[in-house]
Structures are given as C-alpha cells and as structure tokens.
C-alpha cells in the first residue's frame, strides 16, 4: 500500500521569506509524485510533478520541489513567498506501473500555508 | 486549458434520498475519477473509469456508484444518502499513457450536505 505524510498542518511564513512544505511517501516501486494546491472554495490546481531525472523539478507559480529518493521525501519550496500564496497544498504518490489502464493517486492530508504581510 | 466541470457547487439532500453528480470533461480524456475530500483526511479515492462502460473500486467505494455512459461524461451515484456522506465530491480527468506518470486534472468540487 502506498503513503503520503503531510507532518505539518500549517505552516505560517512572512511575505518575501522563503518557504518549505513537507513531504514523505512511501510506495512499492519507483514513484510518481505529484503537489497540488487549493484555493478556498476551489478544486485542487496542478503545481508540479516528478516522473524522472533531474530531482529538482520547477512548477507553476515561482514554486519547486525536491526528489530525495534515499530519506523519500518530496519538499514544496519557494525562494521568496507571496500573501497569494495562502492556501492548502497537497502532497499526492502514485506506483509506476505497467500497462495501460488507470490508478488513482494517493493524497496526504494537507499542509494550509499562510503567508503574513 | 483543460476544462472539468460538475453539474452543482453545493448540493442539499435528506437522509434516503438518492443523488447524482455529475462532471464532464472536454478534453477527450480516457480516464476520470471521483475522489471525496473531507477536513484532515485529504483526498479519498471512491471510484475512477479508463474507458466507456468500464469502472474500478477506489478506497473508498461502499455507499456509491458510478456510470459512465460516454467518454466526455462520468457520474457518481449515493443510492441512499446518509448523513455521513456530507462532503466535497471532486472529479478529475486524465489523458490515457501506461505507468501513471498522466497529470490528474481536477474540477471546482461539489459541495454536498446530507440532512
């Protein structure tokens, strides 16, 4: 079976300071790994994703995060953070597997980011 | 721009009633999804279809079904609704590819309340 842990369920940070939200998996096999982000009232909105090679893998927004293979984790990052980035981030996990067909990804709980003036 | 959209933003139902929602997307998607969000638990997948006519349990899949009659269009059905089915109902699309690497892209959410 296949685990995202989100350890922080908030993280506050002040404008123009930089800004991590964690991320852990655990999966069988190679992963794909994926963030996301929701605005109040909002569906979730696509950030970024790791699929393969470089492990430092830049999205929308100013935003990047980081494959660490050996301590499996997937850090969100930003050098310098805006107010419009408040929001709840979610860290997501799905198997490479063979074949066609579908699988749905694994989600963690999420991490609520609050940026202060 | 992909575009997934569902029928409702918020839903009032009782206790026994029997619901549709219903999402479409316009992208010629093979896959959807149907995933419940509820407050510290994340997502949950309840369903998902990579084709026509073609559906596979999620985690979560008691208490639900779904229909997908056409490519463009999948339905999640509460055959009797409980209380305990008050929730954020969100769909998602995905391109057809083999071994998972396919975004998930996700519509603005239904907001359901069960009484």
């Known amino acids: 079976a296949q685990s995202v842990a989100q350890p922080e369920d908030q993280v506050n940070v002040a404008e123009g300071n930089p800004l991590t939200v964690k991320c852990t998996y655990s999966v069988s096999g190679n992963p794909y790994l994926f963030w996301y982000v929701q605005y109040p009232n909002r569906g979730l909105q696509f950030l970024l994703k790791?699929?393969?090679?470089?492990?430092l893998v830049k999205g929308s927004y100013g935003f990047e995060a980081e494959f660490n293979k050996s301590q499996t984790s997937f850090h969100l990052k930003k050098p310098s953070a805006l107010v419009s980035d408040s929001a709840l981030y979610f860290c997501a996990v799905r198997a490479m597997y063979s074949g066609g067909g579908a699988d749905g990804l694994t989600f963690g709980k999420g991490t609520h980011l609050i940026i202060q003036p | 721009d992909v575009k997934v959209t569902q029928s409702s933003r918020y839903l009032v139902k009782r206790t026994g009633e029997k619901v549709f929602l219903e999402c479409v997307q316009d992208?010629?998607?093979?896959?959807m999804f149907w995933y419940r969000q509820d407050p510290g638990l994340g997502l949950r997948l309840i369903y998902f279809?990579?084709?026509?006519?073609?559906?596979e349990k999620g985690d979560i899949p008691e208490g639900y079904s779904v229909s997908r009659e056409k490519k463009e269009r999948f339905s999640l059905i509460l055959e009797s609704a409980s209380t305990n089915q008050t929730s954020m109902y969100l769909c998602?699309?995905?391109?057809?590819?083999?071994?998972?690497?396919?975004?998930?892209?996700f519509g603005p959410g239904t907001r359901l309340l069960v009484l």
């Open positions: 992208m010629d998607h093979e896959n």
């Open positions: 279809s990579y084709d026509v006519k073609m559906k």
């Open positions: 790791y699929i393969t090679g470089d492990n």
């Open positions: 998602a699309s995905s391109s057809a590819g083999t071994g998972g690497r396919e975004t998930q892209y």
